[in-house]
């Protein structure tokens, strides 16, 4: 494992000798030192992406051209999958077949963005009809310049894929910090581009602290475009960065997503589809299934299958056999899961199932899979994401009531509806004002599929066509062809 940074395309000594550790949430032992990145570094990074946009091949090689390089990537990282995984396990505590799954989605998403850089090349210039005779004109899509990627700690190597391939298919050059929480994979990504062959400047990776590293970046003149995944907070400072320099941002912040289940619904299926909602990743997702509304008729029964499965997860190191649910990343997030949940339990919760360490363990942030219930609307513990394996639980009175409850929110980044009345999940899924609706399941994700949030979810999208829209600007090229002057002044 590199103890350096990825800048232009080599493995380049820190500024100084800082480091931070990064640590295995489940043993808590330290995995290994990392550079910690300053103003020093980014500015080096910066430059060289300047340089490769500026000067270098890669903003004016056709689609087809890049897509060779995206391929290239995808194929490694396949074939580092097991690796990779592994790596990402000791990192972020996350069970290994959660880890493969996401090992294998960051190559997918460079091998589809791999395809749409391709279709880039007939798709990227567009006519436009002008009611003017004299005049032509067309669209054409260009990349935007060099992007700043800052990544958080649930989903490493995917977060990063999220924005790296994107922003390479369009043409763009980029400079990613990732979290200092999990550092591992984004500096294995650096391996990965290197192996590729890609050239120098077009991905840089830097290592480092927020504040010291992730600051400089977001500040930079040099810098286009700054794609941000994390929390609202640092996603607010992102964008009063940006404001200073009317810079282009797409935010993907934090959720408090619901999960309304109809009366009709199947129990046992409502009760899988929330606990894939909330205990997957140890309940880390920006989208987690956080609030389940239920229908009055079905709220005991619902809550007792809920609590009686909860009860039954295997807790454990994330590459031991049939772990489904591992520890939290890190002590802070631990410990601060543990106080949203006394919080809740002050304001007036019940907790029914869990709401402690997961007492078989000696070390690692291990919390009991925690079901939450009797909270009232307007409290703490229901209005404010967890980032953590708890759910809370409501029973509704009708539609409407569900409806309103569901985006009585400050976020909309997702929202899920289960009933087995078609009409009635179209009708709910449009009313819900959040950016991914989920009908009769909760969380699968699909990169061909626009992925983001209303509210203070976020602004722009990621993945699809959206996520290359976000790495793209849009210029128009108007001529004017005529026998005849234009004559305004000069008759
Ligand atoms: P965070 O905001 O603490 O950190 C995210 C990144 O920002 C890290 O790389 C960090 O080093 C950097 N950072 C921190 N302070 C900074 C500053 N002042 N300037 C520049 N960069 C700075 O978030 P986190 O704890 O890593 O991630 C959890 C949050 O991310 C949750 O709120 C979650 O909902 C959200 N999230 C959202 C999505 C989505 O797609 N909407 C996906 C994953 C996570």
């Known amino acids: 494992?590199?103890?350096?940074?990825?800048?232009?395309?080599?493995?380049?000594?820190?500024?100084?000798?800082?480091?931070?550790?990064?640590?295995?949430?489940?043993?808590?032992?330290?995995?290994?030192?990392?550079?910690?990145?300053?103003?020093?570094?980014?500015?080096?990074?910066?430059?060289?992406?300047?340089?490769?946009?500026?000067?270098?091949?890669?903003?004016?090689?056709?689609?087809?051209?890049?897509?060779?390089?995206?391929?290239?990537?995808?194929?490694?990282?396949?074939?580092?999958?097991?690796?990779?995984?592994?790596?990402?396990?000791?990192?972020?505590?996350?069970?290994?077949?959660?880890?493969?799954?996401?090992?294998?989605?960051?190559?997918?998403?460079?091998?589809?963005?791999?395809?749409?850089?391709?279709?880039?090349?007939?798709?990227?210039?567009?006519?436009?009809?002008?009611?003017?005779?004299?005049?032509?004109?067309?669209?054409?899509?260009?990349?935007?310049?060099v992007a700043g990627a800052i990544i958080p700690w649930n989903f490493p190597m995917l977060m990063a894929a999220w924005k790296v391939a994107p922003a390479l298919a369009a043409g763009c050059t980029m400079v990613l910090k990732p979290s200092e929480i999990t550092p591992l994979t984004a500096i294995a990504l650096g391996e990965v581009a290197e192996e590729a062959g890609l050239p120098a400047g077009v991905l840089n990776i830097v290592t480092g602290l927020g504040q010291d590293a992730g600051q400089p970046l977001a500040q930079h003149p040099d810098v286009d475009k700054m794609a941000f995944t994390g929390s609202v907070p640092t996603g607010g400072k992102i964008m009063e960065m940006a404001a200073k320099q009317i810079k282009n941002i797409s935010l993907e912040l934090g959720g408090k997503s619901p999960l309304v289940i109809f009366e009709d619904a199947d129990i046992e299926e409502a009760v899988e589809w929330i606990m894939f909602g909330i205990f997957w990743n140890q309940g880390q997702v920006c989208s987690a299934t956080s609030r389940v509304l239920v229908a009055e008729s079905l709220y005991p029964k619902l809550l007792e299958c809920l609590i009686s499965e909860a009860k039954k997860i295997t807790i454990g190191e994330g590459n031991s056999d049939g772990v489904l649910l591992g520890p939290l990343v890190n002590k802070t997030q631990y410990e601060k899961v543990l106080a949203a949940i006394a919080k809740g339990a002050a304001e007036g919760a019940k907790i029914a199932t869990g709401g402690k360490r997961a007492a078989s363990f000696g070390k690692g942030y291990y919390i009991e899979p925690t079901v939450l219930t009797d909270m009232s609307e307007d409290s703490w513990i229901w209005q404010e994401e967890i980032f953590g394996p708890v759910v809370c639980v409501k029973p509704f009175k009708d539609e409407a009531d569900a409806v309103r409850m569901a985006n009585d929110s400050r976020f909309g980044l997702a929202a899920a509806v289960m009933s087995k009345d078609e009409q009635r999940c179209e009708r709910v899924a449009r009313a819900f004002r959040a950016g991914i609706v989920w009908v009769n399941c909760s969380q699968p994700t699909f990169v061909e599929a626009p992925w983001g949030g209303y509210k203070q979810s976020g602004i722009g999208r990621e993945l699809g066509q959206w996520g290359l829209n976000n790495y793209l600007e849009t210029k128009q090229i108007t001529t004017f062809k005529s026998d005849e002057p234009w004559g305004w002044y000069i008759k």
């Not at 931070?20 to 980014?42: H, K, L, R, W, Y």
């Not at 395809?115 to 090349?121: F, P, T």
């Open 1 to 145: 494992m590199q103890s350096k940074h990825f800048i232009n395309g080599q493995w380049t000594t820190p500024a100084t000798t800082n480091t931070f550790a990064t640590i295995n949430p489940a043993t808590e032992e330290v995995i290994a030192q990392i550079p910690a990145g300053n103003s020093d570094d980014i500015n080096l990074a910066v430059e060289a992406a300047r340089d490769a946009f500026d000067n270098g091949p890669w903003p004016k090689l056709s689609g087809a051209e890049r897509a060779v390089y995206l391929q290239k990537m995808a194929d490694i990282i396949n074939r580092r999958l097991t690796e990779l995984s592994k790596l990402e396990v000791l990192d972020n505590g996350k069970p290994y077949p959660e880890a493969e799954w996401d090992i294998e989605d960051t190559a997918g998403c460079f091998e589809y963005y791999a395809n749409l850089a391709k279709e880039l090349d007939n798709s990227s210039e567009s006519s436009v009809e002008l009611p003017e005779p004299r005049f032509t004109s067309k669209a054409i899509k260009e990349p935007v310049g």
